[in-house]
């Protein structure tokens, strides 16, 4: 790492702890850091503070982080291409940013591949199939529906 990276980060922590010791002296407690996938800043937080705060990391990191994880096996995974590796994180991106729940993401993820191979009974409102089933074709794979 960059030594104006590394000032960058070390500023970017003491203004996180700032606005945490701020938010307190309010009475309130930060229970979820949401963030970057960089563990520095969550355990100077967890340092600093007497209650337990999660790491939760944004859509942009979480997608980037599980789109590392397919090329990781994209050696191992012949059928696995650069293109389907895109449109999967294209979806789980979706996936994390129209559902609000648990439940909600949980169902979205689960319908990702059936949907990528022709099987729309897990899909939402979202799914084009819906909309016209006799002449649907899939944007980037070609599926039969």
Known sequence: MSMLKMQKRKYFIIMVLLCLTV????NA?????????????????????EHEVEKWSDVVHAKR????????????NKS?????????QRCFGYALKQNKDN?????GLKSIV?????DHSSCGSWC????????YKHKVFPTKA
Do not use: C, W
């Open 23 to 26: 938010v307190e002296k309010k």
């Open 29 to 49: 407690v930060v229970s979820v850091l949401v963030g970057d996938d960089d563990s520095s800043t969550i355990s100077k937080v967890r340092q600093n503070v």
């Open 65 to 76: 982080s599980f789109g590392s994880s397919l090329y990781s096996i994209k050696a191992q």
């Open 80 to 88: 696995l291409t650069d293109m389907m590796i895109r449109y999967f």
């Open 103 to 107: 439940e909600g993401v949980q169902k």
């Open 114 to 118: 059936p949907h990528t191979y022709g």
């Open 128 to 135: 084009g199939y819906f909309k016209n089933p006799a002449s």
